[in-house]
């Protein structure tokens, strides 16, 4: 199958992200204290376009690098864009109620599950490309996937305990993996 099959699925991230910014609502009064009411949806809707962003760009970057795309790669692409399309009702959610043990373990695992099936569509789109890219990326390739689970599976244990205790912790360690997320990004030109 072409990669450019692919790489049609940008117009549904960008669809996603304008569902969330659409979930902005105007201040029901004409002053400021209408539009402070509104910050904690602004920060949750920045939180996770920045996340759609960056995954948008590895993404791109991935669709770049190979050369087809296999009927499980395409199945992988399809399981990745079904988990974000959730986004933004875990971001409405924890923008409305973002000390809620609930909205915070719904939106936290939420990202789990969609880090997850990012990482499934990297590994297939590579893995299934593979005699088209040099050994020693390869090696870099899995060495920063490594990195990427043990660094960020013992701390989505260790949230998901914190969250029980401090429900805003769930949105403030995504922000933490997004940094990670850019940190080891070997997509980089």
């Keep these: 199958m072409s ?8 117009a ?5 992200m304008t569902v969330m910014v659409l979930e902005i609502k105007a201040p029901d009064s004409p002053h400021i204290s209408g539009m402070i009411n509104q910050i904690p949806y602004f920060l949750g809707y920045f939180i996770s376009a920045t996340l ?5 760009y590895n993404i791109t970057s991935i669709s770049k ?11 992988a692409n399809i399981f990745f864009l079904l988990c974000m ?12 109620y973002p000390y809620s043990q609930t909205t915070e373990y719904f939106y936290f695992i ?16 590579v893995r299934t490309n593979k005699k088209y890219f040099e050994k ?16 960020e599976v013992p701390l989505g ?5 914190v969250i029980y205790f401090i429900p805003i912790s769930g949105i403030i360690f995504t922000i933490v993996l997004a940094a990670l997320w850019t940190v080891f990004d070997e997509f980089r030109a």
């Design 3 to 10: 990669k450019s099959r692919m790489e049609a699925f940008d």
């Design 12 to 16: 549904v991230m960008a669809i996603i």
């Design 52 to 56: 759609i962003c960056i995954c948008w």
């Design 65 to 75: 690098a190979i050369h087809r795309v296999s009927e499980i790669g395409f199945a």
């Design 85 to 96: 399309s959730i986004l933004p009702v875990a971001t409405a959610w924890v923008s409305h």
């Design 110 to 125: 939420t990202y789990i599950i969609w880090t997850f099936s990012f990482f499934l569509l990297d590994y297939v789109m």
């Design 136 to 151: 020693t990326y390869l090696r870099k390739h899995k060495r920063i996937n490594l990195s990427h689970i043990f660094i």
């Design 157 to 161: 244990i260790a949230i998901m305990i």
